[in-house]
């Protein structure tokens, strides 16, 4: 299926500079798609530092366990990407086959399998075809020059509409650090996860363990709010890699006050990339940011900031550009949290449309209307009960979801 | 919007036939359907019983707030019904309407308005307009004649494409025993609530108290066992009225052998009409059932089965007539409950397409894609860890639910 660029995607991929210890190759398989890249190869500098979360799916996919095993061995040697079978639910040849993927990585970079992370995404329950990767190892004519960021980015792909990418550069203790990221996704997006595939990468001299607390921290309110379907992936994994080839000293402590421009930076690329997922969630034409505040506390303010980002009901009424606010209401009352349903205040942008459980006294259809014609759209939901708030990141549901995820396989 | 009669609809309304002791009237108001029966008046004899479930929301609508009192204060007068505005969020001036209606239709009933249960469904969040309703009640010839079942099913719906009606008939202690019941509902339908409207009546013999536990008891394998878009109506009710005019001696114990095959038949109706309702699902093609065993207890089974019916990928899967049970195993793996990856079993209908961590060895996409055309299908899922065994009904989504629900306003 021919997939439109997202109405909602960014103008252009970033310029992203090189991150001293990274090189990066990709390549065209040909295992599924014809004339794109659709394998990433990564190489880490021996210093490299590397933190990882992966998806909480119970039915993770094989690549997923062994990168999670990777990661509990401190592995730093380098990272292979393939797109268009997952490699999930394949039983212990699907193991077998992450192992072999392993090896012919391994072998190119010159470094041991077990040193190396596997992703991959694509299709569930088809065991994998490895004929394509072999030939591709067995000559490695693809690592005679080294890929852009917008390639790396490319090669990672499956239903997206565009590639994805972002980079910071902030200062450490004087020096000039540098971070750059890509990612993946579109469809099978919800949060409470370690959200489909992002890679990033910085040369900041950062200890392993102070960078899986970073990244698990900073996780929760970029990819682990967003949510383009409600459906958790069986292969999301986010990888953070640190080079240290940065001139600070090191850095290995949360409470080091060099590390707050870092730590602010980082956390700006990760919602930069989250954003880009949602604003090309399948089918979407508006990108919705969804505020609650007044909950008993801030998971309940996300338990009911989902409700209504994921409620089919509301997803549909935006896409029609209908101000459907009793829709909101009713997503409130769902999602089991408390709520003052006499205090619940509700504003779409600017707009004023519910107070004091009755329609707003100024309400205007009419303006309302104007308004819900941006392709970005925010709603506000007080619910009137305690200091608790949220901020997820969804988008609408409309035709286009249903085209590409009726035959996605075929 | 004109709506297509579901493809999923049954033949024909049944023939359904009288309850001693219930008295029904439905009306055109005008306030927002034309030429179409929209209020729905019925009077309960002065010796029934009534037992009601309601929505677990927790923005409840005006209406559902007083019926609730009306069963605490055992009211058995009769009953109200409107369509086209649920009177949901609508403060205190909602709270008021509902008094008034309750006026209203005490009047007309010759009983005390603190008497008469008032439902209604429809657009939330806009004020009721009592005009219409206090114009009909000051003539009140709508009550020449009476009305047939059908005309009641008719008087109470919204967005359905076809009236909904269920009837059965069974012995207690030698006497014959008359269940007829109507429902709406099309979409917000999600499970783990008292679902939609439903009015069921009897001339069965039984006491309150066992009457309210034996209808809270089987709406948990019935009505709150189905699914159509995971969206929590504010409004939804169900009450179930007996009018004790059978010939048999009162029964008011739960293990009275007597009451076995009431009870039976009473779950069949049940069953019978959430089905209608999920057949009348918004633009459903396919009435699905997902049966999830092997789980470690009964609700773990349950929320495993909802994670399947629920995911919008599952359901355009469905739609899109594709046997994708990836997508199946991504929702085992999403639900959060206890799963052995390496011993799930999935079937559709008659064929096993995954066991014990792979995709079957007879696996054959050709003979799976002809049972993919039928429009009911069976999805049956063993996750391998206990007991619990749960099923769930639900539809699939279409462009149709996106056309209905991108502008229900307008």
Chains 1, 2 share one sequence.
């Not at 901020?391 to 249903?402: A, E, N, P, S």
Request: contains cysteine; negative net charge.
């Amino acid at each position: 299926m021919y997939l439109k660029r997202s109405p909602l995607a960014p103008d252009q991929f970033p310029v992203m500079p090189d991150i001293a210890g990274v090189q990066i190759w990709t390549a065209e398989s040909g295992a599924k798609y014809k004339n794109r890249p659709d394998v990433l190869l990564v190489k880490f500098g021996q210093d490299a530092n590397v933190a990882g979360v992966f998806t909480k799916s119970t039915t993770p996919g094989a690549p997923v366990e062994w990168s999670r095993e990777c990661l509990a061995r401190y592995a730093n040697g380098g990272l292979l990407v393939s797109a268009g079978n997952a490699n999930v639910f394949t039983g212990r040849k699907g193991a077998r086959d992450v192992v072999k993927m392993a090896g012919f990585a391994a072998r190119a970079l010159n470094r041991m399998p077990e040193d190396v992370y596997i992703c991959a995404t694509g299709v569930i329950g088809e065991p994998l075809d490895l004929g394509p990767f072999e030939k591709l190892f067995a000559r490695n004519s693809f690592m005679r020059s080294h890929a852009s960021w917008a390639q790396a980015a490319q090669a990672i792909c499956t239903t997206d509409t565009y590639t994805k990418g972002a980079t910071q550069t902030c200062q450490i203790d004087g020096a000039s650090v540098s971070i750059c990221g890509i990612a993946k996704g579109s469809g099978m997006i919800a949060p409470d996860m370690a959200t489909m595939l992002s890679f990033i990468f910085t040369d900041a001299n950062i200890s392993r363990t102070l960078l899986q607390s970073l990244l698990a921290d900073l996780c929760a309110t970029s990819f682990n709010a967003i949510t383009v379907d409600s459906d958790t992936s069986t292969s999301d994994t986010v990888l953070l890699v640190a080079t240290n080839k940065a001139s600070h000293e090191p850095i290995d402590h949360i409470a080091d006050p060099q590390l707050a421009g870092f730590k602010q930076a980082l956390h700006k690329l990760m919602l930069d990339l989250a954003h880009q997922v949602v604003r090309d969630g399948e089918g979407a034409s508006k990108f919705i940011a969804v505020h609650v505040s007044g909950a008993q506390n801030e998971k309940a303010a996300k338990t009911i900031a989902l409700s209504i980002a994921n409620s089919p009901l509301v997803k549909t009424a935006l896409a029609g550009e209908d101000a459907n606010w009793g829709r909101i209401v009713m997503a409130v009352g769902k999602s089991g949290e408390k709520a003052e349903r006499d205090k619940l205040t509700i504003h779409f942008g600017p707009h004023l449309v519910a107070s004091h459980g009755f329609r707003a006294p100024g309400y205007d259809e009419d303006k309302l209307s104007v308004y819900m014609q941006n392709p970005e759209l925010e709603i506000r939901v007080d619910v009137g009960v305690g200091p608790g708030e949220f901020t997820v990141w969804g988008c609408d549901l409309t035709h286009g979801y249903i085209d590409i995820n009726a035959d996605y396989r075929s």
